[in-house]
């Protein structure tokens, strides 16, 4: 286990490691709906002369593993793949990914920064190489990462030093790193039963929005997700008018990922799902905690109902 900064930090270290760990292959297998702190480095790699295959989803934002096999080369170093996705909560086959890339001698790393803590994360079954966590998304303190490294796998640092044997220089954040030794065992003694609650809370909100919104409909809803990610559509209403209702309603949501929300641009992720711009520009985004209740729940409902008849009846 390496610690970093962040998810993006662990992210940045485990394609760049493993570009420099396969000296002479120069290709990387992603998804179209990678979180940006994966596709904007691979950008950037791109104009180093590093080539990328991004591979499209569907309109569930489900991953074709055919085109994953098709798209692995001689040349190919590595396969980066999320294994639940930041918007939409939709989970990636990351086991069978896993298994293609190692038979065909690919390295394998996945950002399962959306997932740890809400389903179990097994790696003596599931065969990756590098795995990426992000403390905050499982209530530990924010500004503390890790990156999961299999053992006999050496990768370049980006930040030299004789810290974390090498593999990233600088001194430690020990209070923030035993926080997330504290999150994760508090998440896997409890896992079972809070990704169960969790799942049924976002199930009793999405039930509710569709009974009570004709128009919404929900990214990725026949997809399997994770249980605390809920993307729902309202049309073409703005999503960004909506959110501001929500705001002085008390409600926290978001247009699209936390780390981009703000922007005027649509999600990159929706519209490779096949969502028109304004589709998804009338997207808004709604993540639960292990402390999300029915009360709660049952207010953004009602809330959302009225917001939405308000905007519905203004346009018509």
Excluded at 107 to 126: E, M
Excluded at 181 to 202: T, Y
Excluded at 275 to 293: K, Q
Aim: proline share 4%.
């Amino acid at each position: 286990i390496v610690f970093t900064a962040s998810g993006t930090e662990a992210n940045h270290l485990a394609i760049a490691g493993a570009l420099a760990a396969r000296p002479g292959k120069l290709h990387v297998v992603v998804s179209a709906v990678e979180h940006p702190s994966t596709l904007d480095l691979l950008a950037h790699l791109e104009a180093t002369g590093v080539r990328v295959t991004r591979l499209p989803v569907d309109q569930d934002g489900m991953l074709d593993l055919a085109a994953l096999e098709q798209a692995i080369t001689p040349d190919t170093a590595l396969v980066s793949l999320m294994w639940a996705n930041n918007e939409t909560g939709v989970l990636f086959p990351i086991a069978e990914a896993a298994q293609i890339a190692r038979s065909r001698g690919v390295l394998f790393h996945t950002d399962a920064v959306q997932a740890a803590g809400k389903i179990p994360l097994d790696l003596a079954q599931v065969p990756v190489d590098l795995l990426t966590l992000a403390g905050h998304k499982f209530h530990a303190p924010k500004g503390v990462g890790a990156l999961f490294v299999r053992k006999g796998l050496k990768l370049q640092p980006m930040l030299f030093g004789h810290q974390e044997r090498g593999r990233r220089g600088g001194t430690e954040n020990v209070p923030a790193i035993v926080g997330m030794g504290v999150a994760c065992e508090l998440a896997a003694r409890e896992l079972d039963a809070k990704a169960a609650a969790m799942a049924a809370l976002r199930d009793r909100l999405e039930t509710g929005v569709r009974l009570r919104i004709p128009c919404a409909r929900i990214n990725g809803g026949t997809a399997l997700r994770v249980g605390n990610t809920c993307s729902v559509r309202f049309g073409e209403l703005a999503a960004e008018a909506i959110l501001d209702k929500l705001d002085r309603a008390g409600i926290c949501a978001s247009s699209g990922a936390a780390c981009t929300a703000g922007g005027s641009a649509p999600s990159h992720v929706l519209t490779a799902m096949g969502l028109s711009e304004a589709e998804a520009l009338a997207t808004v985004r709604f993540s639960l905690s292990r402390y999300t209740t029915e009360i709660e729940i049952d207010h953004v409902i009602d809330a959302l109902a009225a917001i939405l008849k308000r905007m519905t009846a203004e346009a018509a």
